[in-house]
């Protein structure tokens, strides 16, 4: 069974960072690719970010290319979501996701 702790989120100003983190459970979290997705309110949970198994590749949102950088370290079954320039619109709940399993979510809140 495969569990993920989301952690790291918080209030801050627009222009800020925050660093996410997720630790996953599971021997079988290295072979994983992972992510990262937000949910607004009223809106519906969209990609944030991806990595692949051994953090070679990476796919990103237009809407945080160039701001926002995943990373993972497998020796510590972690996935990172390091957030500069953080904007409003930014806000939501942040999810950690590994195929079909999903994270309780970390509340990043931007303000203006």
């Known amino acids: 069974q495969v569990q993920l702790v989301e952690s790291g989120g918080g209030l801050v100003q627009a222009g800020g960072s925050l660093r996410l983190s997720c630790v996953a459970s599971?021997?079988?979290?290295?072979?994983?690719?992972m992510g990262w997705f937000r949910q607004a309110p009223g809106k519906e949970r969209e990609f944030v970010a991806s990595?692949?198994?051994?953090?070679?590749?990476?796919d990103y949102a237009d809407s945080v290319k160039g701001r926002f950088t995943i990373s993972r370290d497998n020796a510590k079954n972690t996935v990172y979501l390091q957030m500069n320039s953080l904007k409003p619109e930014d806000t939501a709940v942040y999810y950690c996701?590994?195929?079909?399993?999903w994270g309780q979510g970390t509340q990043v809140t931007v303000s203006s």
């Open positions: 990595i692949n198994w051994n953090g070679s590749t990476s």
């Open positions: 996701n590994r195929e079909a399993y």
């Open positions: 599971g021997r079988t979290f290295r072979f994983s690719r």
